[in-house]
């Protein structure tokens, strides 16, 4: 099993800050990496695709890159909206696997 | 607009069954991949199960292999997860998910909730 592992656990910005969260896996899945975000009481919502490609309708200010076993989610200029719990998503096998989330606050 | 609605949640026995069930809507169920995935109360995510688009292909993860059967109906566009021998530590929200083509999730249902407790 590829265990993802993301940091920080959880992370304290101010708005129009930028963040960046990482996600790194036991093994090499190439790009085979998503980035979610969950925000209270929501489904997750799929963010980037294949390491690198911003979802349908996702804000420019979310970039993600990585290869093989590092991967990293960038918010530029932090917004109230962005609050919520990120995760790193591997699919490049069997069984697929979740980092364990990083909690972005807002101060 | 896509849609994916579950239902079947609610609270069973340890060792009983529940059935859930996931209503698509707004694209052709037939040509994607489906998913389920839960998440425990103050938990993360969590992959279940995986299922092609025509049924042919399963996949489990290792502690629900022999207990869930994730399956489909095309012809009424809804996605299913029988759970069997259910245990506490499958207490959970549920969601449902549609795959890409890849295996990225982009599109998830509300979520149903199960309770394993006696």
């Known amino acids: 099993e590829t265990v993802m592992t993301q940091s920080p656990t959880s992370m304290s910005t101010s708005i129009g800050e930028r963040v960046t969260l990482n996600c790194k896996a036991s093994?090499?899945?190439?790009?085979?990496v998503d980035w979610y975000q969950q925000t209270p009481g929501q489904s997750p919502k799929l963010l980037i695709y294949g390491a690198s490609n911003r979802h349908t309708g996702v804000p420019d200010r979310f970039t993600g890159s990585g290869f093989g076993r590092d991967f990293t989610l960038t918010i530029s200029n932090v917004e109230a909206e962005d609050l919520a719990v990120y995760y790193c998503l591997q699919y490049g096998s069997i069984p697929l696997t979740f980092g364990s989330g990083t909690k972005l606050e807002i101060k | 607009e896509v849609q994916l609605v579950e239902s079947g949640g609610g609270l069973v026995q340890p060792g009983r069954s529940l059935k859930l069930s996931c209503a698509a809507s707004g694209f052709t169920f037939s040509n994607y991949g489906m998913a389920w995935v839960r998440q425990a109360p103050t938990k993360g995510l969590e992959w279940v199960a995986t299922?092609?688009?025509?049924?042919?292909?399963?996949y489990y993860r290792d502690s629900v292999k022999g207990r869930f059967t994730i399956s489909r109906d095309n012809a009424k566009s809804t996605l299913y997860l029988q759970m069997d021998s259910l245990r506490s530590e499958d207490t959970a929200t549920y969601y449902c998910a549609r795959h890409r083509n890849s295996g990225s999730m982009d599109a998830w249902g509300q979520g149903a909730s199960v309770t394993v407790s006696s």
């Open positions: 299922i092609s688009y025509d049924g042919s292909s399963t």
């Open positions: 093994q090499s899945v190439g790009i085979n």
